[in-house]
């Protein structure tokens, strides 16, 4: 990934984000604190000021940025958890592949958030994209199906855990938000490609 094409990126994940702002937060209100929109519009605004005054020589520059405005920017769990996820890109190269760049960032949030797929978390869409984005069968139609499918999980990781069974019926907002970054990922480096 260039440098320009990571930019790009962030640049349509902050714009999804300060969108669908409401909406994040409002997923969160049943099954979290509600503050998940708030928190990622804040955060990814962060994120585009320090991009913006800065220059980057490699993509690697760029996702540390990121991930280090997130860590220190974004309250509850999306703030480790995002940061973590950018630092793990931030460690592969420019010349690795799309497919070894996202895992890079699905490994540190395993190790940060200690979940694993189908526990209602973010991981039930970074993981099933990855694997689609190796088929070359990823759509963005198949990334929001992937947050669509955390509906029907029960929480078993963070606040969202506390409500057990009741948190059937709700999507996850942490799901939907990587949605929103997938999405972003595919307007802009999928389509170049």
């Known amino acids: 990934m260039k440098v320009a094409e ?17 909406y994040l937060s409002e997923l969160d209100t049943p099954i979290g ?16 000021e320090s991009l913006n ?4 020589t490699n993509t690697g520059e760029v996702f540390k940025t990121v991930g280090m405005q997130l860590l220190s920017k974004v309250g509850g769990a999306s703030g480790p958890l995002y940061g973590s996820a950018f630092i793990g890109m ?5 010349e690795d592949q ?18 694993s797929l189908g526990e209602k978390t973010m991981i039930d869409v970074w993981q099933p994209t990855i694997e689609a984005l190796k ?10 199906a992937y947050a669509e499918q955390t509906k029907e999980l029960v929480a078993t990781k963070g606040r969202a855990s ?10 996850d907002p942490g799901s939907y938000s990587s949605a929103l970054l997938f999405d972003s990922l595919l307007e802009v480096v999928v389509a170049n490609d």
């Not at 088929?135 to 929001?144: H, I, Q």
């Open 135 to 144: 088929m070359g069968d990823l759509s963005v139609e198949k990334v929001y």
């Open 6 to 22: 990571a930019l790009a990126w962030m640049t349509h994940f902050n714009e999804k984000i300060q969108e669908n702002k409401d």
């Open 162 to 171: 506390y409500l057990g069974e009741r948190s059937v019926g709700h999507l």
């Open 90 to 94: 931030s460690k592969a190269s420019d």
């Open 98 to 115: 799309l497919v070894t760049l996202l895992t890079s960032g699905l490994e540190m949030i395993v190790k940060r958030g200690k979940a």
């Open 33 to 48: 604190d509600g503050d998940h929109g708030g928190n990622m519009a804040r955060g990814m605004a962060t994120v585009m």
């Open 53 to 56: 005054q800065n220059e980057f």
